[in-house]
């Protein structure tokens, strides 16, 4: 089992900078895949970057150039550094990992951006 708990979500202007981070513990390893996705209200969960045991990194292309996922595998950490933020990224953000039996979700953290 793996358990992922989220934080740094919150409430910020247009422009603003948040840093989520997400705790892995329980069976993780440098190995698993980890990522970020979001789900806004009334829409579907979406991909919003990943980083692969390789240290690969993929983004859609509506945050490129204003998020950086990074971890910290010593530390099982996952972040994302959220730049320029915008309107459009209110939303609640989910980080997952994937270690080769399933896809693990945490709780999930939320991000207000107002204009």
């Known amino acids: 089992q793996v358990q992922l708990v989220e934080s740094g979500g919150g409430s910020v202007q247009a422009g603003g900078s948040l840093k989520l981070s997400c705790v892995a513990s329980g069976y993780i390893s440098s190995s698993c895949g980890m990522g970020w996705y979001r789900q806004a209200p009334g829409k579907e969960r979406e991909f919003v970057s990943a980083?692969?045991?390789?240290?690969?990194?993929t983004s859609t292309d509506s945050v490129k150039g204003r998020f950086t996922i990074s971890r910290e595998n010593a530390l099982n950490t996952l972040y994302l550094q959220m730049n320029s933020l915008k309107t459009e990224d209110t939303a609640v953000y989910y980080c997952a990992a994937d270690c080769g039996r399933g896809v693990h979700w945490g709780q999930g953290t939320q991000v207000t951006v107002s204009s």
């Open positions: 980083i692969v045991n390789d240290g690969t990194k």
